[in-house]
T-cell receptor
Framework: LAKTTQPISMDSYEGQEVNITCSHN???????ITWYQQFPSQGPRFIIQ???TKVTNEVASLFIPADRKSSTLSLPRVSLSDTAVYYC????????????FGTGTRLTIIP | NAGVTQTPKFRVLKTGQSMTLLCAQD?????MYWYRQDPGMGLRLIHY???????AKGEVPDGYNVSRLKKQNFLLGLESAAPSQTSVYFC??????????????FGPGTRLLVL
């Protein structure tokens, strides 16, 4: 299973764009990259998933370079409600028996 | 849809006591998971199930047992609770998605304190 590395914490001001980068040097050919968001006292929530290039949904964008050894979650114009822990996961298509969330990136939005 | 629900929300146990955590999902998902999350840490997979009647060990299975007698329910049992099992337990479910990592839907969590 590809190990991921993320910054432990980040701060940003409201209204700014926030980019969180995840390194996954050992990503396998079949692995997808998935990001989850977790608010305090809640379970994680799926944000976005991608395989290569760029993926965009109503919440975020995910940028994946050609070598796929890293990925960047981009949150446009953040608000206080985006304060949460963000997890990057890289896993096999079937059987997440050893899928781990790591410690994630604690994003704090400053008014 | 209620999604994924967990019972109870909070429980205090004494060392050596037993209890069962119930997870239920109404999305007809094939896969179900139990995770634990310790303070300031990420989630660690305890056990998982890929279908009714089947279970498998995750990263930290010791001290826990599970059962999946019905597709919609996944039970996590602690036979003899220990203080090291104080944690927040999350259940999740997902459906098979051919060729890609499936999206997991999480419950609200059960906070367990073992004294």
């Amino acid at each position: 299973l590809a190990k991921t590395t993320q910054p432990i914490s980040m701060d940003s001001y409201e209204g700014q764009e926030v980019n969180i980068t995840c390194s996954h040097n050992n990503i396998a050919t079949n692995d997808y990259i998935t990001w989850y968001q977790q608010f305090p006292s809640q379970g994680p929530r799926f944000i976005i998933q991608g395989y290569k290039t760029k993926v965009t949904n109503e919440v975020a964008s995910l940028f994946i370079p050609a070598d796929r050894k890293s990925s960047t979650l981009s949150l446009p114009r953040v608000s206080l409600s985006d304060t949460a822990v963000y997890y990057c996961l890289v896993g096999v298509p079937f059987g997440n028996e050893k899928l781990t969330f790591g410690t994630g990136t604690r994003l704090t939005i400053i008014p | 849809n209620a999604g994924v629900t967990q019972t109870p929300k909070f429980r205090v146990l004494k060392t050596g006591q037993s209890m069962t955590l119930l997870c239920a999902q109404d999305m007809n998902h094939e896969y179900m998971y139990w995770y634990r999350q310790d303070p300031g840490m990420g989630l660690r997979l305890i056990h998982y199930s890929v279908g009714e009647g089947t279970t498998a060990k995750g990263e930290v299975p010791d001290g826990y047992n599970v059962s999946r007698l019905k597709k919609q329910n996944f039970l996590l049992g602690l036979e003899s609770a220990a203080p090291s099992q104080t944690s927040v337990y999350f259940c999740a479910s997902s459906y098979p998605t051919s060729g890609r990592t499936e999206t997991q839907y999480f419950g609200p969590g059960t906070r367990l304190l073992v004294l």
